[in-house]
């Protein structure tokens, strides 16, 4: 399996941006599609991006369509988050997932997970 590791989480104000990674080691990265989720305190992991090992192919929560791009660098096995016009309910601990075959929104779909980032917006 896959080994992930997020980084470049923070504290930015509302309306800032921050770029999360996922670093993978361990396995072919290009066949795995990849997931973000977050989870805020006291709710459920929710879905936020996905893309598939391509890199061509994305998928967004509503939540976060026209703000945020999920992007990948296959040749770094490299998954990055880009996240703009930041808001505090984007608030969460961000972890990144991966899953043989095609990328989905359901969180159990993912069999490899990394350990999260802590993203934190003021306001």
């Known amino acids: 399996q896959v080994q992930l590791v997020e980084s470049g989480g923070g504290l930015v104000q509302a309306g800032g941006s921050l770029r999360v990674s996922c670093a993978a080691s361990?396995?072919?990265?290009?066949?795995?599609?990849m997931g973000w989720f977050r989870q805020a305190p006291g709710k459920e992991r929710e879905f936020v991006a996905a893309?598939?090992?391509?890199?061509?192919?994305?998928y967004y929560a509503d939540s976060v369509k026209g703000r945020f791009t999920i992007s990948r660098d296959n040749a770094k096995n490299t998954m990055y988050l880009q996240m703009n016009s930041l808001k505090p309910e984007d608030t969460a601990v961000y972890y990144c997932?991966?899953?043989?075959?095609?990328?989905?929104?359901?969180?159990?779909?993912?069999?490899?997970w990394g350990q999260g980032t802590q993203v934190t917006v003021s306001s």
């Open positions: 997932a991966g899953r043989y075959g095609s990328s989905t929104a359901t969180i159990t779909a993912y069999h490899s």
């Open positions: 361990g396995t072919i990265f290009s066949i795995y599609a």
């Open positions: 893309i598939e090992g391509n890199g061509i192919t994305t």
